[in-house]
């Protein structure tokens, strides 16, 4: 992920001293400056934002906005009483999805002391998301007309089948829609980390649903790519074989059944309220999964247990920590709740 380091100095704290008897206030002064961005951490011959550019917010704790500007319009020294701050720089304000403008910045709470200089250092990085898509030529010869539209609370983004560009997205949740003269057709959603760049080919569906996942690692942000197929068969598979499995989605609706569910295993060591998507990881009776291999949200999971030797040994993320983001096919029963969520218990058989 590029990297680079803003730093800002808190110093000078005044003491206070007696004049004839007067009590003076005792104060700190802020200033701020920017280091020479560390070389082990740009990898790509890539451009900075201009520093001069960011926005600075300086606030105390009870909610006094002490400077918000530019960085390079920042007066020589903001002079502060002893108390709690929070700062924080940005490259952009970014309220609503854009394409071409990716966010950079970071945040501090820091405590002014009296007698006391205080430094701090802010890393900055990519803080929204960003998504790309391609299409195959049966997708285009399908939805032949309109574009996509990118859908979220803070607003929509129309995507067209010619678009070159990346469209940034805040992180969270995003809905992808087919939108023509005739209406909007729901695709399919994800949800976005921050720092995360998204290339999505979408394929117009065939005789089964699938969704090819992977991951790749790269020193400026973390780019998944992923083929999506879309269409009427995608809600087809009844479960009764591992080629035939039924998402997550549609095993939530199959409560006592015994069938083949899929999902990608996204965590492990859950309890009533919550899930650990960051090994590594202390229990090998259960795993989580999700239809998104990025996802985050613990609503989202389907807890699985472990029970059968053979299916414990080869899936819990003690002993195979490799298997985080892996995509599975699992039999068991579906059950209302195992650890508070949707679930699958007596797993008797797997594919990977």
């Not at 201009?50 to 020589?76: C, M, Q």
């Not at 269409?231 to 009844?238: A, L, M, P, Y």
């Not at 060591?269 to 795993?287: A, L, R």
Request: hydrophobic residues 40%.
């Amino acid at each position: 992920m590029k990297r680079f380091v803003l730093m800002g100095v808190l110093f000078s704290i005044i003491l206070a001293s007696c004049n004839m008897g007067a009590f003076e206030e005792r104060q700190a002064s802020l200033s701020f400056s920017f280091a020479v961005p560390l070389k082990t951490t740009v990898t790509k011959a890539v451009s900075l934002p201009d520093t001069n550019s960011f926005i600075l917010l300086v606030k105390s704790n009870t909610g006094e906005t002490l400077y918000n500007g530019l960085y390079g319009s920042r007066p020589a020294e903001i002079k502060v009483p002893a108390g709690t701050y929070e700062v924080s720089v940005r490259s952009i304000e970014f309220d609503k999805p854009a394409f071409e403008t990716p966010q950079y910045g970071d945040s501090k709470v820091i405590v002014v002391s009296n007698g006391e200089k205080v430094s701090i250092a802010f890393l900055c990085k990519q803080l929204n998301s960003g998504m790309r898509f391609s299409f195959s030529e049966n997708f285009l010869k399908k939805y032949n007309s309109g574009y996509l539209l990118l859908e979220q609370e803070a607003g929509n983004l129309e995507y067209l089948f010619t678009e070159q560009r990346t469209a940034y997205l805040k992180a969270g949740n995003v809905s992808i829609c087919h939108k023509s003269n005739t209406g909007s057709v729901p695709l399919f959603c994800r949800t976005l980390g921050a720092g995360e760049i998204h290339n999505i080919t979408l394929e117009a569906s065939a005789a089964e649903s699938a969704s090819e996942f992977t991951i790749k690692v790269d020193t400026t942000v973390v780019y998944i790519n992923e083929k999506v197929v879309i269409g009427d068969e995608f809600s087809g598979d009844d479960g009764s074989s591992a080629q035939k499995a039924v998402s997550v989605s549609q095993a939530k609706n199959r409560i006592g059944d015994t069938l083949w569910v899929w999902g990608y295993i996204i965590g492990g060591d859950m309890s009533s309220s919550s899930v650990t998507f960051v090994g590594p990881f202390t229990k090998d009776s259960h795993i989580a999964i999700a239809e998104n291999a990025s996802e985050k949200s613990r609503d989202a999971c389907f807890s699985v247990e472990l029970s059968k030797t053979a299916v414990k040994n080869a899936l819990n993320l003690v002993a195979n920590p490799s298997n985080l983001g892996r995509k599975v096919f699992l039999k068991g029963v579906v059950v209302e709740s195992y650890f508070g969520l949707n679930g699958l218990k007596k797993v008797s058989e797997y594919s990977m």
